[in-house]
């Protein structure tokens, strides 16, 4: 899977502090504490997809993530 693409030195600072594009290309959900480090399995629509090619977050840390509390 490609990750989306962002300007040359945003993408190198994402690599360095959180492994973005190795798990992205890796089918991976970001290393801990950003995210599980699991396997991405499947994802609820398209735009839960889209939103793992820009933050590398599994569905489940997703669901975390975006969770709104009342």
Not at 30 to 58: A, Q, V
Request: charged fraction near 25%; proline fraction near 7%; glycine fraction near 8%.
């Amino acid at each position: 899977m490609k990750p989306s693409d962002k300007w040359p030195v945003i993408e190198m600072f994402l690599e360095a502090m959180a492994g973005r594009t190795t798990a992205i290309t890796n089918h991976l959900c970001l290393p801990e504490p950003i995210g599980c480090g699991k396997p991405i399995g499947s994802f609820r629509d398209n735009l839960s997809l889209k939103e793992y090619r820009i933050s590398g977050l599994c569905q489940e840390c997703q669901d975390k993530i975006f969770t709104v509390v009342d």
